[in-house]
């Protein structure tokens, strides 16, 4: 079964969107020649701080949240998220 996983997080006001916006697509390029999967990055259309990062059809879910955990980390992507707030993962699959 394949999953689609969606990403969603809070960045900081005060935080350096593009350098943030380019560190996510960097972690999101290594993450794709890592284990094959190619993610989107998306914005709110009404709050420019909630971002959420989109990864479909993952057909192996424990290699694919260790090596998105282990990218993030190299990246420092949770440097950039607004204080007390972390990354929340939420996983889908089709209706049958």
């Not at 809070?10 to 020649?33: F, P, Y």
């Amino acid at each position: 079964m394949k999953v689609d996983y969606y990403v969603y997080y809070r960045v900081a006001a005060d935080c350096d969107h593009a350098s943030a916006h380019d560190g996510v697509r960097a972690m999101q390029q290594r993450l794709a020649a890592r284990i094959g999967i190619a993610g989107r990055l998306l914005v709110r259309r009404d709050d420019s701080h909630t971002w959420m990062e989109v990864y479909p059809g993952v057909s192996d879910s424990d290699a694919f949240e260790t090596a998105l955990e282990d990218e993030c980390r190299h990246a420092g992507v949770f440097r950039w998220l607004e204080a007390a707030t972390v990354r929340h993962i939420e996983r889908f699959v089709e209706c049958a």
